[in-house]
């Protein structure tokens, strides 16, 4: 029942499946090859040649190692964390060993590298990079805690707040039903407002989240907003971060729908594609282009969002197709282990 | 403003329909304190100027943010009228704007609203005069979507999309539609920087509508001579030689 918690204190080994982390380890192993060739090199013709012929064993090496830990990687993370590191260096050295006995009688003609130097080498790679990694996974806990402070204050715009309690004031005396459910939509979704944002939450209460939103709007603007649903291939059960989907849907009617006398279309598609979730939402784009500089603070606090929860996985892509806005966001399918999928206290 | 005896004369003009519900029913309220009659109920600015000149009414309730023609521009409009309405300005949320009504003295109401606090502005609503609308205008800048003249005592309102061009006469501006032409009183220079992109300079005393281009020409025998053609108008108009090579380059980003 462990819930993904970000904002763990305790410091986990990186996920070597990530694109993200694999860049950070090739361009950190690549740049120590590089100033340690440019040191000893004399002339630029004997730079590269000393970098082909060690690039011969290393970029194997490289991306051997990578591969390795990225099998081995869910078992690593299992462990404690110093055995983790343990295990996770004696592989950072293997690999490297290995390939440099398997490589050596074919290089042939030019001097072998000497195992002992291959093996210190990467010891202290490896030891650098992981203590980055836990440099950098201290450093961004609060860094999360931060952007959720920083989104909650700018998630709801007071001009909707106040718009809303007016049409349910108006709702009061003629429709009191509808007034009830108005408010327990509203109730919905300030809880959620005021949660914790740095869980991830199940996509399926994101989207019952989005819904509630969308009918306190649908009592404002009437038939002025048209909202397509493209879900049934939604993969209910991933993670994904909170409050992501409801902002960039308030985005589309304040921008796509409200300044429109006649209003317009909004829809909303969730598909999952191989081990990727996409988001994608569209509204019409305003004859008038005011207010553009909100959607641009609201934009970057999910892009910003998205980069701390899954680095460079996530993807937020704005894209003006003719007459039509979309937002389009990619995120890694990701889920709870535990079957069936537990309730969710934190809403509803 | 009329005999205390006689009801308000009210107009509501809101883009939502609860929220003018919201009002016919806090007006309904303040019955015992205040004689009010809601004369009408319209969703957007344009309208509000046109049921104005229809029939007689002494006060707008009038919401800022609409789509198309928003609150304070239909204001503007409405103040060429010879006896403007009272307005009272009503707002969910606007820092701004409330900032500017409060500096100006203004009645505007926050919703929701208020009982007692819509009796209050009522009974001390009043015409906007024209420095005030420039001031509130200037706190809140957006492109207006009509300019407006008044013509022996009526309001016409001519849509911004409509002009083909704008020249600069003596005192007014002749302002050129398909259809006919009409004569304001504003300066060009502002009419350029309140429209930006969607009018083009091609002489000291001209602004053309950009999407309307349809040619530029060579005049014949003279040197530098341009004129430009725009759609639905067969009439030459002067390019000059200090606005041409500019008008060039914008032609091309077009």
Known sequence: MK????????????????????????????????SGVVARASSAPAFWAEFIELSALAQPALLLTLLALCAAGRWLRSQPYRLGVGFTLTLGVAVPVLVT?????????????????????????????????????RALSPAITE???????????????????????????????????????????????????????????????????LELEQLRLGDRLQVTWHIHKMPGDALIPPLVIQPLVENAVYHGIEPQPEGGEISLNIYRSADKVHIVVRNPIAADGSHHKGNRIALANIRERLLLHFDLDAQLKLEPLGAVYQVHIVIPYTRERTQPAPTHPHRR | MNAPSLPLRILIVDD??????????????????????????????????NQVQQQAVDTVLLDIRMPGMDGLECAAHLNRLSVPPAIIFSTAYDAYACQAFDLNAVDYLLKPVRADRLVRALSRAHSLSATTLEHLREAHPKPRTHLSVNEKGRIVLIPVADILYLKAELKYVTVRTAAREFLIEESLTRLESEFGKTFLRIHRNCLVASARLREIGKLPGEDDGHFLRLDGLDERLMVSRRQYSALREKIKSI
């Open chain 2, 16 to 49: 939502e329909a609860p929220a003018r519900r919201r009002l016919r029913e806090v007006l309904a309220d303040c019955t015992g304190q205040i004689s009010v009659d809601i004369v009408g109920e319209v969703d957007n600015g344009l309208d509000a100027v």
């Open chain 1, 147 to 213: 952007a959720r402070l920083q989104a909650l204050q700018a998630r709801i715009r007071p001009h909707f707040l106040f718009n809303s309690l007016n049409a349910v004031l108006s709702l009061v005396r003629s429709d009191p039903r509808r007034a009830e459910h108005a408010l327990e939509n509203m109730a919905d979704l300030f809880r959620a407002l005021m949660g914790n944002a740095s869980h991830l939450a199940p996509l399926e209460d994101e989207v019952a989240l989005t819904r509630a939103y």
């Open chain 1, 101 to 137: 006995l398997w490589l050596n009688p074919l290089l042939a003609g030019s001097a072998a590298f000497p195992l002992a130097g291959v093996a210190v080498f990467s010891l202290l790679m490896g030891s650098g990079l992981l203590a980055y990694f836990n440099l950098r996974a």
């Open chain 1, 3 to 34: 819930r993904k918690n970000h904002n763990n204190r305790q410091v986990e080994l990186p996920n070597f499946c990530h694109l993200g982390v694999n860049l950070r380890i090739a361009l950190t192993v690549e740049a120590a090859l590089v």
